[in-house]
T-cell receptor, first 114, second 109 residues
Framework: GAGVSQSPRYKVAKRGQDVALRCDPISGHVSLFWYQQALGQGPEFLTYFQNEAQLDKSGLPSDRFFAERPEGSVSTLKIQRTQQEDSAVYLC????????????FGPGTRLTVT | AQRVTQPEKLLSVFKGAPVELKCNYSYSGSPELFWYVQYSRQRLQLLLRHISRESIKGFTADLNKGETSFHLKKPFAQEEDSAMYYCALSGSGSEKLVFGKGTKLTVNP
């Protein structure tokens, strides 16, 4: 079946612009995660949803970052007034509900802020 | 604080040689440990997790709570094992993953 999909795959934004990154999880997966991966680093947790409820947003680096999943399926990560340090690959992952379930990752969106 | 350390950024071995990718963690409770792998131009995928005690593609990893380590081992490396490997943990009661910085494994012919 279809895996996790993300769009756009690449995004170039001028500093100060707002961007929106989309994630389509695997159908039926209750949990959805966003991670940020800077060059040469491992993925870092940003936020987590269970259905439409955002249960953990402790990893969001500033109030410029906002995520939503209004109907419990598709999720959008929005970054306002982008800065150069926001340049990274943004990964989305989904899993069945509960602890210990495998997280399935999307291909990522590479954001470059110029 | 939760932390995962992968001391080797790069690891190069010859085909048929044993390989060990090191992973140490810091966590005050009982974590779940995972190894994720990313092959060239592919997405990140789960290789194995300690709770299932499986051997995937010939790889094994043993959780050593005394040394807080979860090293990944394979007795005979293959060229197709060349990839980026990430060790990760999730804490009790939490699904989020904490990743190490990764080790790039190159298996030479």
């Amino acid at each position: 079946g279809a895996g996790v999909s993300q769009s756009p795959r690449y995004k170039v934004a001028k500093r100060g612009q707002d961007v929106a990154l989309r994630c389509d999880p695997i159908s039926g997966h209750v949990s959805l995660f966003w991670y940020q991966q800077a060059l040469g680093q491992g993925p870092e947790f940003l936020t987590y949803f269970q259905n439409e409820a955002q249960l953990d947003k402790s990893g969001l680096p500033s109030d410029r970052f906002f995520a939503e999943r209004p109907e419990g399926s598709v999720s959008t990560l929005k970054i306002q007034r982008t800065q150069q340090e926001d340049s990274a690959v943004y990964l989305c992952a989904s899993s069945r509900r509960g602890l210990g379930w495998e997280q399935y990752f999307g291909p990522g969106t590479r954001l470059t802020v110029t | 604080a939760q932390r995962v350390t992968q001391p080797e950024k790069l690891l190069s071995v010859f085909k048929g040689a044993p390989v060990e990718l090191k992973c140490n963690y810091s966590y005050s409770g009982s974590p779940e440990l995972f190894w994720y792998v990313q092959y060239s131009r592919q997405r990140l995928q789960l290789l194995l997790r300690h709770i299932s005690r499986e051997s995937i593609k010939g790889f094994t990893a043993d959780l050593n709570k005394g040394e807080t380590s979860f090293h990944l081992k394979k007795p005979f490396a293959q060229e197709e094992d060349s990839a980026m490997y990430y060790c990760a943990l999730s804490g009790s009661g939490s699904e989020k993953l904490v990743f190490g910085k990764g080790t790039k494994l190159t298996v030479n012919p």
